[in-house]
């Protein structure tokens, strides 16, 4: 047990170091890297007010219309997708073998229809690929399955439209599962980089795409890249603080079902 406890504590020390090295950086005075001196100690904005007019805000302001769109969709045809199997549909295996499927792979094929549906460089071309997620359709899925099915077929019984169920008895049930799978799927479109540098230009790059490209610019400034990536990091971290233990909750189940 005391083994357990230190590695446990090992690994939480692992994970935390770079986040404390994030906001440590943020805060950095210059005159630490003037003197190459990274033990001085101090607090500054001036790295904040540097970020402004570099385009993060920009960048975010992409980001959440592409992302935050994206999660809509996902919710929807996931929630559809989830009753559908659960209903009889035999497209399980297909589901996770899309799960286990690096998204990377696809980035040519489509990049080719993007191009033929004319929507390179466009805000399309960062949602309509995304549209579907599988991992979104496991997590409702699972959590279809512990539904007590009795509910359904009593508001069959009743009269009740397939699309009536889904959407005034399905999802209030679903909702903490619904909220789970969102910040989830906001996090994974949050934190494209690939994608979107190859499919857009400058013009609607999102906050990681600017970020990379930032560090590549401006490698030396740490302090500005610190700033940058913890404001970049904000929201993600505000979505799981507030929502961890929906998170947990879900996935844990979801994986026990």
Known sequence: MIVLRIATGLFAAFVALPLLWLVYAAFLPAEALLMADLTTLGFTLQNFRDVVGTGLFSSMAVSVVASGTTVLAQLAFGLAAAYAIRNGARVTALVLVLLAL??????????????????????????????????????????????????????????????????????????????????????????LVLFPRVTTTEDLWTVQVFLSNLLRTRPFEWGLLGAAALLASAPILVLYVVFEKRILSTFEAGFRT
Not at 108 to 125: F, K, N, S
Not at 181 to 186: H, K, M, S
Request: overall charge negative; cysteine-free; charged content about 15%.
């Open 102 to 191: 690096p998204s990377e792979l696809l980035l040519v094929p489509l990049y080719r229809l993007l191009q033929t549906l004319l929507l390179i460089d466009t805000l399309g071309a960062l949602i309509v690929p995304f549209l579907a997620s599988p991992l979104v359709v496991f997590l409702l899925l699972q959590a279809l399955r512990r539904v007590a099915w009795e509910v359904v077929e009593a508001a069959r019984i009743d009269g009740a439209s397939e699309a009536v169920i889904l959407t005034r008895v399905v999802t209030p049930i679903l909702r903490p599962e619904l909220t789970a799978a969102a910040v989830l799927a906001f996090a994974a479109h949050w934190n």
